[in-house]
């Protein structure tokens, strides 16, 4: 059974950094490219940040460019989400995903507050 | 960027209808390559985290039953959703995976009265 299991979310102030871990099974972790897809409270979807499955390529949207910083472990099954400088427009469930498999964690929420 | 705008925004049907959301994309999401259209659906029940029903425009994903069918290429895409079940509560949103940045729709609310 694919389990994706999301850990490192809380409260933190703005201008602090926060870093989310996502620990894969079930799957061969690093044959996949992964991704991050946040949900801002009574918001749609949005697509954060994609790593290939190697680690060789890496992908963010603009407001996250400079700020965030998405890695993997494939020794230990594990993606990581590096946020800094955090905003309060980052306040969101963050979700650990491989989009086009319908593998999807149950999400962590981040709130970002002073 | 591809901008996806979806529609409409919500809708409330009763059980056993039809309902058809729509997807339209600002670039075509049609690879020349292998004639796929890379774009998804995705089914999301309160409180928990997306399902995926249709991949490449029109594939339904295994386990999804057949009243939920894709269609469209290039720029526009639909999700129907036949024989509309209280199950079928929920957000429903469209996903462009032909180019970085990756972009959804704004999703829509199904609804059922």
Not at chain 1, 80 to 88: C, G, H, I
Not at chain 2, 41 to 66: E, F, H, M, N
Not at chain 2, 70 to 77: A, C, I, N, R, Y
Request: aromatic fraction near 12%.
């Amino acid at each position: 059974e694919v389990q994706l299991v999301e850990s490192g979310g809380g409260l933190v102030q703005p201008g602090r950094s926060m870093k989310l871990s996502c620990a894969a099974s079930g799957f061969t972790f690093s044959n996949y490219g992964m991704a991050w897809v946040r949900q801002a409270p009574t918001k749609g979807l949005e697509w954060v940040a994609t790593i290939s499955y190697d680690g060789s390529s890496t992908y963010y949207r603009d407001s996250v460019k400079g700020r965030f910083t998405i890695s993997r472990d494939n020794a230990k099954s594990t993606l990581y989400l590096q946020m800094n400088s955090l905003r309060s427009e980052d306040t969101a469930t963050y979700y650990c995903t491989i989009p086009t498999e319908d593998y999807w964690g149950q999400g962590v929420m981040v709130t970002v507050s002073s | 960027d591809i901008v996806m705008t979806q529609s409409p925004f919500s809708l409330a049907v009763s059980e056993g209808e039809m309902v058809t959301i729509n997807c339209k994309s600002s670039q075509s999401l049609l690879s020349s390559g292998n004639q796929k259209n890379y774009l998804a659906w995705y089914q999301q029940k309160p409180g928990q985290s997306p399902k995926l029903l249709i991949y490449y425009a029109s594939t339904r994903q295994s386990g999804v039953p057949d009243r939920f069918i894709g269609s469209g290429s290039g720029t526009d895409f639909t999700l129907t959703i036949s024989d509309v079940q209280a199950e079928d509560l929920a957000d429903y949103y469209c996903l462009q995976h032909y180019s970085y940045p990756l972009t959804f729709g704004s999703g829509t609310k199904l609804e059922i009265k």
